[in-house]
């Protein structure tokens, strides 16, 4: 079986007119990396609807609540975030673009306090893990994880909670009026993960600025035949950016793989993906969009 998507409005240079009255859910609250990142894809003035878990987020958007979703999909640290991969996939949304952001993680905590007077550290846990070498020097700090950065920010304010530090951005620090205990605390300087945007209908880009797509194949279960898809990447020159097997809950020892792929030239992709569709059992594309990695 093979499923692809049919494109329909454009996104290759969306004008701030065009966005005018539309909802855009995000995973978390005002002040998250993922509203900063809301801000910086659809304009400063977008309205968003904050949403506790990727779950929400998703039925924000079938529900028809919210028009678009900016959704975390992989970290440069902690690696891609498959869930939601299959979340998109089981719910037949489509990613129209991708953006990505520097995180810079702080610690944060109540006006006058100091890190010896921490005893426990809140926030996400792809936060934590990202920040697990700054953490590690203190060893009697509990570490809790939590929904989202600056929700955990922001509580801290409201309850006026002494001893408790979150680890979220230098803009929910000033949001919710925290100091910041020690600045830039993820291990690695260069932090950044990458963000989709995801609709329930599919948005037609011009071939001419597609040179990235994210596709799900399932293929018979013998020896050889993910070797000779990955073979028939590389003979039409499409670059492997990330592969991952997820297995199929309901057939044992069978496993879906997402996989993202660039390209310079349409062409190359629209011959592969045609060959692939006849190789594997099934095949879906995620998206087909404009790749924007700095």
Not at 73 to 85: C, D, F, L, R, V
Not at 212 to 218: D, G, L, P, T
């Amino acid at each position: 079986m093979s499923t692809t998507n049919k494109q329909t409005t454009s996104i290759a240079s969306p004008s701030p007119l065009e966005r005018v009255g539309e909802r855009i859910a995000i995973q978390g609250i005002i002040g998250s990396f993922h509203h900063q990142v809301a801000q910086e894809y659809f304009g400063a003035a977008v309205e968003v609807d904050e949403c506790m878990s990727f779950d929400k987020l998703i039925d924000s958007l079938l529900s028809g609540k919210s028009d678009q979703a900016v959704m975390a999909i992989e970290n440069s640290i902690a690696g891609p975030i498959i869930p939601n991969y299959a979340l998109i996939d089981k719910n037949n949304l489509h990613i129209i673009g991708e953006h990505y952001l520097d995180i810079h993680q702080n610690l944060m905590a109540l006006k006058g306090q100091h890190i010896k007077d921490i005893l426990e550290v809140h926030s996400h846990p792809m936060a934590l893990l990202q920040c697990m070498e700054f953490l590690k020097k203190y060893p009697k700090i509990k570490l809790v994880e939590d929904k989202d950065t600056a929700e955990t920010a922001r509580r801290i304010q409201k309850k006026q909670l002494s001893g408790i530090a979150a680890i979220a951005s230098k803009t929910a620090a000033e949001m919710y009026d925290l100091d910041i205990l020690a600045p830039e605390i993820q291990t690695i300087n260069n932090n950044m993960t990458r963000f989709v945007i995801i609709k329930k209908e599919n948005s037609f880009v011009e071939e001419s600025e597609i040179n990235r797509a994210s596709i799900k194949f399932e293929l018979d279960h013998k020896r050889g035949s993910l070797a000779a898809v990955l073979n028939v990447m590389s003979d039409c020159k499409l670059n492997l950016t990330k592969i991952q097997s997820l297995p199929k809950i309901e057939t044992p020892w069978k496993y879906s793989f997402f996989v993202d792929v660039t390209f310079d030239k349409y062409e190359d992709y629209a011959k592969a993906k045609s060959l692939m569709e006849i190789m594997a059992e099934y095949f879906k594309v995620l998206g087909e969009y404009k790749n924007t990695k700095p």
